[in-house]
Protein backbone atom coordinates (compact mmCIF):
# COMPACT_ATOMS: atom_id res chain seq x y z
CA UNK A 1 0.00 0.00 0.00
CA UNK A 2 1.18 3.89 -0.65
CA UNK A 3 3.72 2.33 -2.99
CA UNK A 4 2.18 3.56 -6.39
CA UNK A 5 2.29 7.22 -5.08
CA UNK A 6 4.92 7.34 -2.66
CA UNK A 7 8.16 5.70 -1.99
CA UNK A 8 7.36 3.34 0.66
CA UNK A 9 10.24 4.28 3.06
CA UNK A 10 8.51 7.81 3.71
CA UNK A 11 5.36 5.93 4.50
CA UNK A 12 4.88 7.12 7.89
CA UNK A 13 5.98 10.49 6.82
CA UNK A 14 3.23 11.14 4.66
CA UNK A 15 1.00 9.51 7.38
CA UNK A 16 2.05 12.25 9.95
CA UNK A 17 1.70 15.08 7.28
CA UNK A 18 -2.03 13.52 6.38
CA UNK A 19 -3.01 13.31 9.95
CA UNK A 20 -1.85 16.95 10.69
CA UNK A 21 -3.68 18.19 8.05
CA UNK A 22 -6.63 17.01 9.73
CA UNK A 23 -5.68 18.46 12.73
CA UNK A 24 -5.89 21.69 11.36
CA UNK A 25 -8.90 21.02 9.72
CA UNK A 26 -10.48 20.01 13.09
CA UNK A 27 -9.64 23.57 14.16
CA UNK A 28 -11.60 25.22 11.37
CA UNK A 29 -14.43 23.03 11.29
CA UNK A 30 -15.36 20.83 14.79
CA UNK A 31 -17.74 17.90 14.13
CA UNK A 32 -17.05 15.07 15.21
CA UNK A 33 -19.62 12.76 13.88
CA UNK A 34 -18.87 13.84 10.28
CA UNK A 35 -15.20 13.22 10.74
CA UNK A 36 -15.68 9.55 12.83
CA UNK A 37 -18.18 8.74 9.35
CA UNK A 38 -15.85 10.13 7.11
CA UNK A 39 -12.81 7.69 8.73
CA UNK A 40 -15.38 4.73 8.33
CA UNK A 41 -15.81 5.62 4.95
CA UNK A 42 -12.22 5.74 4.48
CA UNK A 43 -11.80 2.45 6.13
CA UNK A 44 -14.47 0.38 3.69
CA UNK A 45 -12.74 2.41 0.65
CA UNK A 46 -9.26 1.38 1.53
CA UNK A 47 -10.48 -2.55 1.49
CA UNK A 48 -13.05 -1.96 -1.33
CA UNK A 49 -10.43 -0.51 -3.99
CA UNK A 50 -7.43 -2.73 -2.38
CA UNK A 51 -9.72 -5.69 -3.63
CA UNK A 52 -10.26 -4.91 -6.83
CA UNK A 53 -6.64 -4.05 -7.45
CA UNK A 54 -7.59 0.05 -7.58
CA UNK A 55 -4.15 0.63 -5.98
CA UNK A 56 -3.72 4.21 -6.53
CA UNK A 57 -7.48 4.65 -5.29
CA UNK A 58 -6.78 3.17 -2.52
CA UNK A 59 -3.55 4.74 -1.40
CA UNK A 60 -5.64 7.67 -1.56
CA UNK A 61 -8.09 6.99 0.49
CA UNK A 62 -5.56 5.50 3.39
CA UNK A 63 -4.24 9.27 3.38
CA UNK A 64 -7.87 10.46 3.87
CA UNK A 65 -7.83 7.49 6.35
CA UNK A 66 -5.76 9.24 7.97
CA UNK A 67 -7.09 12.81 7.62
CA UNK A 68 -10.01 11.98 9.39
CA UNK A 69 -8.28 10.36 12.14
CA UNK A 70 -6.42 13.07 12.69
CA UNK A 71 -9.79 15.49 12.15
CA UNK A 72 -11.67 13.07 14.86
CA UNK A 73 -9.22 12.78 17.78
CA UNK A 74 -8.53 16.59 17.40
CA UNK A 75 -12.76 16.92 17.98
CA UNK A 76 -13.01 14.52 20.50
CA UNK A 77 -10.17 16.06 22.71
CA UNK A 78 -11.12 19.29 21.86
CA UNK A 79 -12.31 20.82 25.57
CA UNK A 80 -13.78 24.92 26.27
CA UNK A 81 -11.77 26.08 28.82
CA UNK A 82 -14.25 28.83 28.64
CA UNK A 83 -16.53 27.25 30.76
CA UNK A 84 -14.14 26.68 33.62
CA UNK A 85 -13.40 30.75 33.94
CA UNK A 86 -13.88 32.84 36.77
CA UNK A 87 -15.62 29.78 38.98
CA UNK A 88 -14.26 28.59 42.05
CA UNK A 89 -14.25 24.50 41.03
CA UNK A 90 -11.92 21.54 42.74
CA UNK A 91 -9.19 20.68 40.41
CA UNK A 92 -6.82 18.04 40.26
CA UNK A 93 -3.46 19.71 39.69
CA UNK A 94 -0.45 18.08 38.61
CA UNK A 95 2.65 20.46 39.71
CA UNK A 96 5.22 20.01 36.53
CA UNK A 97 7.75 22.17 37.50
CA UNK A 98 9.59 23.66 40.42
CA UNK A 99 7.72 26.66 42.61
CA UNK A 100 9.13 29.46 42.73
CA UNK A 101 9.10 31.79 45.81
CA UNK A 102 6.93 35.29 44.68
CA UNK A 103 6.56 37.77 47.85
CA UNK A 104 3.48 35.23 49.78
CA UNK A 105 2.70 32.98 47.32
CA UNK A 106 4.16 29.99 45.27
CA UNK A 107 4.27 30.38 41.43
CA UNK A 108 4.74 27.15 39.07
CA UNK A 109 3.10 25.30 36.14
CA UNK A 110 1.22 22.22 36.44
CA UNK A 111 -1.18 20.02 34.37
CA UNK A 112 -5.09 20.54 35.16
CA UNK A 113 -8.51 18.86 35.19
CA UNK A 114 -11.93 20.28 36.79
CA UNK A 115 -15.37 18.90 35.84
CA UNK A 116 -14.07 16.21 33.53
CA UNK A 117 -11.87 18.96 31.32
CA UNK A 118 -8.47 18.72 31.15
CA UNK A 119 -6.87 21.47 29.87
CA UNK A 120 -4.93 21.28 26.84
CA UNK A 121 -1.74 22.81 27.94
CA UNK A 122 0.20 23.17 31.38
CA UNK A 123 -1.34 26.44 33.23
CA UNK A 124 0.53 28.96 35.14
CA UNK A 125 -0.40 28.44 39.07
CA UNK A 126 -0.33 30.79 41.54
CA UNK A 127 -0.58 29.41 44.99
CA UNK A 128 -1.41 31.15 48.21
CA UNK A 129 -1.28 28.18 50.42
CA UNK A 130 2.81 27.73 49.76
CA UNK A 131 2.34 23.56 50.42
CA UNK A 132 1.99 22.22 46.95
CA UNK A 133 5.52 20.34 45.78
CA UNK A 134 7.11 19.34 42.97
CA UNK A 135 5.84 16.49 40.51
CA UNK A 136 3.04 15.63 43.25
CA UNK A 137 -0.54 15.58 42.51
CA UNK A 138 -3.16 17.68 44.49
CA UNK A 139 -6.77 18.31 44.90
CA UNK A 140 -7.84 21.98 45.60
CA UNK A 141 -10.52 24.62 45.09
CA UNK A 142 -9.01 27.15 42.62
CA UNK A 143 -10.34 29.78 39.89
CA UNK A 144 -9.29 29.82 36.41
CA UNK A 145 -8.43 33.41 34.63
CA UNK A 146 -7.69 34.04 31.32
CA UNK A 147 -5.35 36.74 29.75
CA UNK A 148 -5.51 37.50 25.88
CA UNK A 149 -2.09 38.84 24.68
CA UNK A 150 -1.76 38.97 20.75
CA UNK A 151 -5.08 37.10 19.95
CA UNK A 152 -4.11 34.19 22.04
CA UNK A 153 -5.70 33.29 25.56
CA UNK A 154 -3.15 32.33 27.97
CA UNK A 155 -4.60 30.81 31.46
CA UNK A 156 -3.98 31.12 35.39
CA UNK A 157 -4.96 29.07 38.10
CA UNK A 158 -5.65 31.10 41.62
CA UNK A 159 -5.23 28.90 44.88
CA UNK A 160 -6.33 31.16 47.84
CA UNK A 161 -4.30 30.95 51.46
CA UNK A 162 -7.27 28.93 52.73
CA UNK A 163 -7.54 26.00 50.26
CA UNK A 164 -6.56 23.13 51.41
CA UNK A 165 -4.70 21.01 48.99
CA UNK A 166 -5.08 17.24 49.14
CA UNK A 167 -2.15 15.40 48.24
CA UNK A 168 -3.17 12.27 45.70
CA UNK A 169 -1.47 8.74 45.99
CA UNK A 170 1.80 8.39 44.00
CA UNK A 171 2.25 5.48 41.93
CA UNK A 172 5.42 3.57 41.92
CA UNK A 173 6.64 5.36 38.53
CA UNK A 174 5.84 9.00 40.17
CA UNK A 175 7.03 8.38 42.95
CA UNK A 176 10.28 7.42 41.05
CA UNK A 177 10.14 9.99 38.85
CA UNK A 178 10.11 12.28 41.66
CA UNK A 179 12.97 11.56 43.67
CA UNK A 180 15.32 11.07 41.04
CA UNK A 181 14.63 14.64 39.61
CA UNK A 182 15.15 15.94 43.64
CA UNK A 183 18.18 13.52 43.75
CA UNK A 184 19.97 15.19 40.48
CA UNK A 185 18.92 18.72 41.99
CA UNK A 186 20.01 18.08 45.16
CA UNK A 187 23.70 17.63 43.48
CA UNK A 188 23.57 20.34 41.60
CA UNK A 189 22.86 22.15 44.44
CA UNK A 190 25.84 20.92 46.47
CA UNK A 191 28.36 20.62 44.06
CA UNK A 192 28.59 23.46 41.62
CA UNK A 193 27.90 27.37 42.06
CA UNK A 194 24.39 28.58 42.21
CA UNK A 195 24.95 29.88 38.12
CA UNK A 196 26.05 26.31 37.29
CA UNK A 197 22.93 24.94 39.61
CA UNK A 198 20.37 27.27 37.21
CA UNK A 199 21.94 26.26 34.25
CA UNK A 200 22.20 22.66 34.79
CA UNK A 201 18.55 22.13 36.14
CA UNK A 202 17.51 23.70 32.78
CA UNK A 203 19.49 22.05 30.34
CA UNK A 204 19.52 18.95 32.08
CA UNK A 205 16.27 18.67 33.73
CA UNK A 206 14.08 21.11 31.93
CA UNK A 207 13.94 23.62 34.67
CA UNK A 208 13.87 26.84 32.65
CA UNK A 209 11.94 28.42 35.82
CA UNK A 210 15.48 28.69 37.49
CA UNK A 211 17.05 30.22 34.31
CA UNK A 212 15.18 33.14 33.59
CA UNK A 213 17.92 35.94 32.96
CA UNK A 214 20.33 33.19 31.62
CA UNK A 215 17.42 32.53 29.18
CA UNK A 216 17.16 35.71 28.29
CA UNK A 217 20.74 35.38 27.47
CA UNK A 218 20.35 32.37 24.98
CA UNK A 219 18.09 34.21 23.61
CA UNK A 220 19.66 37.52 22.34
CA UNK A 221 22.75 35.24 21.06
CA UNK A 222 20.26 32.56 19.11
CA UNK A 223 20.86 29.98 20.95
CA UNK A 224 17.81 29.36 23.04
CA UNK A 225 17.27 26.00 21.48
CA UNK A 226 20.05 24.68 23.55
CA UNK A 227 17.30 25.00 26.54
CA UNK A 228 15.03 22.51 24.84
CA UNK A 229 16.04 18.71 25.95
CA UNK A 230 15.93 17.04 22.77
CA UNK A 231 18.20 15.51 19.97
CA UNK A 232 21.38 16.87 20.90
CA UNK A 233 20.63 15.54 25.01
CA UNK A 234 18.98 12.58 23.87
CA UNK A 235 21.97 11.06 21.32
CA UNK A 236 24.50 12.43 24.22
CA UNK A 237 22.79 10.74 26.98
CA UNK A 238 22.53 7.27 25.28
CA UNK A 239 26.01 7.62 24.05
CA UNK A 240 27.83 8.15 27.57
CA UNK A 241 25.27 5.63 28.97
CA UNK A 242 26.57 2.86 26.24
CA UNK A 243 29.86 3.65 26.95
CA UNK A 244 29.94 2.91 30.95
CA UNK A 245 28.09 -0.24 30.00
CA UNK A 246 30.53 -1.03 27.49
CA UNK A 247 33.43 -0.44 30.30
CA UNK A 248 31.90 -2.52 32.39
CA UNK A 249 32.08 -5.48 29.80
CA UNK A 250 28.65 -5.62 28.67
CA UNK A 251 28.21 -7.19 25.61
CA UNK A 252 27.27 -4.83 22.59
CA UNK A 253 23.56 -5.22 22.43
CA UNK A 254 22.76 -5.36 26.13
CA UNK A 255 24.77 -2.57 26.40
CA UNK A 256 22.06 -0.50 23.69
CA UNK A 257 19.64 -1.46 25.55
CA UNK A 258 20.79 -0.31 29.02
CA UNK A 259 21.37 3.09 27.24
CA UNK A 260 17.78 2.62 26.09
CA UNK A 261 16.39 2.30 29.08
CA UNK A 262 18.15 5.04 30.94
CA UNK A 263 17.11 7.33 28.23
CA UNK A 264 13.45 6.76 28.97
CA UNK A 265 14.16 7.60 32.63
CA UNK A 266 16.11 10.26 31.33
CA UNK A 267 12.63 11.52 29.67
CA UNK A 268 10.19 10.57 32.47
CA UNK A 269 11.93 12.78 35.10
CA UNK A 270 13.03 15.80 32.53
CA UNK A 271 9.04 16.06 32.26
CA UNK A 272 8.77 14.41 29.23
CA UNK A 273 8.51 17.43 26.85
CA UNK A 274 7.65 16.77 23.68
CA UNK A 275 11.12 17.33 21.90
CA UNK A 276 12.02 14.86 24.18
CA UNK A 277 9.96 12.15 23.85
CA UNK A 278 10.25 12.79 20.07
CA UNK A 279 14.21 11.87 20.58
CA UNK A 280 13.41 9.25 22.21
CA UNK A 281 10.65 7.33 19.87
CA UNK A 282 13.62 8.03 17.60
CA UNK A 283 16.31 6.63 19.34
CA UNK A 284 14.30 3.69 20.57
CA UNK A 285 13.42 3.18 16.57
CA UNK A 286 16.87 2.82 15.40
CA UNK A 287 17.44 0.56 18.35
CA UNK A 288 14.42 -1.65 16.99
CA UNK A 289 16.27 -1.71 13.59
CA UNK A 290 19.73 -2.84 14.74
CA UNK A 291 18.28 -5.90 16.44
CA UNK A 292 16.00 -6.95 13.67
CA UNK A 293 18.96 -5.85 11.17
CA UNK A 294 16.68 -4.11 9.22
CA UNK A 295 18.09 -0.61 7.59
CA UNK A 296 16.59 2.41 9.23
CA UNK A 297 14.83 5.37 7.03
CA UNK A 298 15.28 8.49 8.98
CA UNK A 299 12.01 10.18 7.53
CA UNK A 300 10.37 7.63 7.93
CA UNK A 301 11.54 7.70 12.28
CA UNK A 302 10.77 10.90 12.14
CA UNK A 303 7.65 10.43 10.82
CA UNK A 304 7.15 7.59 12.66
CA UNK A 305 7.67 9.76 15.79
CA UNK A 306 5.50 12.68 15.16
CA UNK A 307 2.65 9.92 14.14
CA UNK A 308 2.91 8.58 17.73
CA UNK A 309 2.95 11.97 18.85
CA UNK A 310 -0.33 13.63 17.60
CA UNK A 311 -2.02 10.78 17.92
CA UNK A 312 -1.59 10.91 22.00
CA UNK A 313 -2.02 14.96 21.99
CA UNK A 314 -3.23 15.81 18.80
CA UNK A 315 -3.18 19.87 20.64
CA UNK A 316 0.71 18.69 20.65
CA UNK A 317 0.88 20.32 16.46
CA UNK A 318 0.02 23.77 18.10
CA UNK A 319 2.99 23.55 20.69
CA UNK A 320 6.11 25.78 19.14
CA UNK A 321 8.40 23.43 20.73
CA UNK A 322 6.88 20.15 18.69
CA UNK A 323 7.00 22.33 15.48
CA UNK A 324 11.40 23.99 16.29
CA UNK A 325 12.12 20.52 16.98
CA UNK A 326 10.36 18.90 14.07
CA UNK A 327 11.49 21.23 11.89
CA UNK A 328 15.00 21.11 13.08
CA UNK A 329 15.74 17.31 12.86
CA UNK A 330 14.32 17.35 9.14
CA UNK A 331 15.76 19.81 8.13
CA UNK A 332 18.95 18.05 9.11
CA UNK A 333 17.30 15.17 7.92
CA UNK A 334 16.86 16.70 4.23
CA UNK A 335 20.12 19.15 4.56
CA UNK A 336 22.68 16.23 4.36
CA UNK A 337 20.90 13.86 1.88
CA UNK A 338 20.10 16.58 -0.31
CA UNK A 339 23.87 18.07 -0.27
CA UNK A 340 25.87 15.03 1.16
CA UNK A 341 28.85 15.89 2.86
CA UNK A 342 32.43 14.46 1.78
CA UNK A 343 34.29 13.64 5.01
CA UNK A 344 38.18 14.27 5.05
CA UNK A 345 40.87 11.96 7.24
CA UNK A 346 40.48 14.72 9.74
CA UNK A 347 38.50 14.26 12.57
CA UNK A 348 38.72 17.71 13.58
CA UNK A 349 37.56 19.40 10.37
CA UNK A 350 34.94 16.56 10.15
CA UNK A 351 33.63 17.84 13.13
CA UNK A 352 33.78 21.70 12.92
CA UNK A 353 31.94 20.84 9.35
CA UNK A 354 29.12 19.02 10.62
CA UNK A 355 28.74 21.37 13.37
CA UNK A 356 29.00 24.17 10.57
CA UNK A 357 26.28 22.60 7.92
CA UNK A 358 24.18 21.30 10.92
CA UNK A 359 23.67 24.63 12.15
CA UNK A 360 23.38 26.26 7.96
CA UNK A 361 20.24 23.56 7.41
CA UNK A 362 18.56 24.04 10.77
CA UNK A 363 18.91 28.43 10.97
CA UNK A 364 17.78 28.51 7.38
CA UNK A 365 14.32 26.44 7.91
CA UNK A 366 13.35 27.67 11.12
CA UNK A 367 14.22 31.39 10.81
CA UNK A 368 10.48 32.10 9.20
CA UNK A 369 8.99 30.31 12.53
CA UNK A 370 11.52 31.61 14.91
CA UNK A 371 10.67 35.43 13.82
CA UNK A 372 6.89 34.35 13.52
CA UNK A 373 6.70 33.23 17.36
CA UNK A 374 9.40 35.63 18.85
CA UNK A 375 9.73 38.32 16.64
CA UNK A 376 13.87 38.43 15.77
CA UNK A 377 15.74 37.56 12.37
CA UNK A 378 19.07 35.96 14.06
CA UNK A 379 21.74 37.28 11.48
CA UNK A 380 24.66 35.94 12.85
CA UNK A 381 23.17 32.79 14.47
CA UNK A 382 25.22 30.38 12.29
CA UNK A 383 28.42 31.63 13.49
CA UNK A 384 27.02 31.46 17.23
CA UNK A 385 25.78 27.83 17.15
CA UNK A 386 29.90 26.75 15.46
CA UNK A 387 31.21 28.55 18.54
CA UNK A 388 28.53 27.64 21.49
CA UNK A 389 27.58 23.82 20.52
CA UNK A 390 30.66 22.30 21.10
CA UNK A 391 31.74 24.41 24.23
CA UNK A 392 27.73 23.47 25.28
CA UNK A 393 28.65 19.49 24.63
CA UNK A 394 31.80 19.60 26.49
CA UNK A 395 29.75 21.23 29.18
CA UNK A 396 27.22 18.11 29.08
CA UNK A 397 29.69 15.45 29.11
CA UNK A 398 31.47 16.83 32.46
CA UNK A 399 27.73 16.93 34.10
CA UNK A 400 27.48 13.64 33.34
CA UNK A 401 31.09 12.67 35.16
CA UNK A 402 29.56 14.72 38.11
CA UNK A 403 26.09 12.46 38.23
CA UNK A 404 28.25 9.28 37.79
CA UNK A 405 30.70 10.23 40.86
CA UNK A 406 28.36 11.58 42.61
CA UNK A 407 28.51 9.64 45.91
CA UNK A 408 32.07 10.58 46.14
CA UNK A 409 32.21 13.61 47.97
CA UNK A 410 35.45 15.08 47.34
CA UNK A 411 35.81 13.90 43.83
CA UNK A 412 32.21 15.43 42.95
CA UNK A 413 32.96 18.57 44.55
CA UNK A 414 36.44 18.77 42.14
CA UNK A 415 34.48 18.19 39.29
CA UNK A 416 31.58 20.30 40.08
CA UNK A 417 34.56 23.28 40.40
CA UNK A 418 35.69 22.53 37.08
CA UNK A 419 32.21 22.33 35.78
CA UNK A 420 31.33 25.94 37.86
CA UNK A 421 34.03 27.48 35.61
CA UNK A 422 32.79 26.49 32.33
CA UNK A 423 29.55 27.51 32.82
CA UNK A 424 30.51 30.92 33.73
CA UNK A 425 32.88 31.20 30.95
CA UNK A 426 30.11 30.05 28.92
CA UNK A 427 27.47 32.61 29.69
CA UNK A 428 29.63 35.06 29.44
CA UNK A 429 30.57 34.35 25.98
CA UNK A 430 26.85 33.95 24.99
CA UNK A 431 26.33 37.34 27.01
CA UNK A 432 29.11 38.79 24.57
CA UNK A 433 27.53 37.21 21.34
CA UNK A 434 24.21 38.26 21.92
CA UNK A 435 25.18 41.54 23.27
CA UNK A 436 27.00 42.47 19.62
CA UNK A 437 25.41 44.88 17.41
CA UNK A 438 23.38 43.54 14.70
CA UNK A 439 23.49 40.14 16.38
CA UNK A 440 19.34 39.94 15.47
CA UNK A 441 16.67 42.63 14.13
CA UNK A 442 13.31 42.92 15.95
CA UNK A 443 11.00 41.87 12.61
CA UNK A 444 8.00 39.79 12.69
CA UNK A 445 7.13 37.28 9.65
CA UNK A 446 3.27 37.36 9.33
CA UNK A 447 1.79 34.01 8.44
CA UNK A 448 1.52 34.39 4.53
CA UNK A 449 4.87 35.24 4.74
CA UNK A 450 5.94 32.30 6.89
CA UNK A 451 3.76 29.93 3.86
CA UNK A 452 5.71 31.70 0.84
CA UNK A 453 8.95 31.31 2.36
CA UNK A 454 8.25 27.32 2.98
CA UNK A 455 7.02 26.79 -0.39
CA UNK A 456 9.37 29.02 -2.06
CA UNK A 457 11.98 26.56 -0.36
CA UNK A 458 10.41 23.40 -1.23
CA UNK A 459 10.51 24.00 -4.37
CA UNK A 460 13.62 25.29 -4.73
CA UNK A 461 15.11 21.78 -2.70
CA UNK A 462 12.85 19.72 -4.97
CA UNK A 463 13.97 21.29 -8.46
CA UNK A 464 17.87 20.75 -6.93
CA UNK A 465 17.51 17.24 -5.13
CA UNK A 466 15.65 16.08 -9.25
CA UNK A 467 18.32 17.52 -10.97
CA UNK A 468 21.41 15.27 -12.16
CA UNK A 469 24.12 18.38 -10.95
CA UNK A 470 23.16 17.69 -7.48
CA UNK A 471 25.34 14.61 -7.13
CA UNK A 472 28.29 16.16 -8.91
CA UNK A 473 27.96 19.23 -5.70
CA UNK A 474 28.80 17.19 -2.73
CA UNK A 475 30.21 19.51 0.21
Not at 60 to 67: A, K
Amino acid sequence: MLQTIFKPRHLNLWLFIAVACGIVLASWVNFFWVFLFLALAAVCAVFFFHKKNRFIASDISILFLFVSLGATLASASYQDPEALLERALTYEVAVTSLPQIQGPRHVFTATATACGIRLARPVRVVDYTRSMEFRATYKVLATLRARIYEGNSFYTLWIKSNASPISQPMNVVDRFNQKTALYVLDVFKKNVSEEGYRFLSSVFLGRRELFREGGRIFTDAGIAHLLAISGSNIALTGLVFFFIARMFYMPYRPAIITSLIFIIIYTVISGANLPTVRATLMYSIFTAGFFLQRKINPFNSLGLAGLVCLLLNPASLYDVGFQLSFLSVGSLIAGFKIFPFRATRFAFINGAAYTLFSSVYVSIVILPLVSHYFGRVYCAGILYNVILIPFFSGILIINFLLLIFSPFAPLAQAIGAVLSLLIYVFDILAARLGGLRFSFIDFTFPLWLVTVYYVLLIVFLWYWYRSPRHRQHGL
